[in-house]
């Protein structure tokens, strides 16, 4: 009985150091696409804000034509 709960339990060890071995490349993929990410919305905050300024340039104009 103790020997097939070691077994077991071997199996089980096996199985979280190999779902460790998957987290940390998992873990290294997901700081990278952080990085990306904090470089994008730093860049989708540079679009909004240039739209927000065109956006409100077009609106004043409008307002003029009128």
């Not at 020997?3 to 993929?29: A, P």
Request: glycine share 10%; hydrophobic share 25%; net charge positive.
């Amino acid at each position: 009985m103790i020997k097939v709960t070691h077994q077991g339990h071997s199996e089980t060890q096996g199985l979280i150091s190999r779902s460790l071995e998957k987290s940390r490349s998992h873990n290294e993929v997901t700081l990278k696409l952080k990085v990306t990410l904090q470089a994008h919305s730093e860049t989708q905050g540079r679009i909004s804000r240039s739209l927000g300024k065109t956006q409100g340039h077009t609106s004043r104009s409008l307002g003029n034509s009128r």
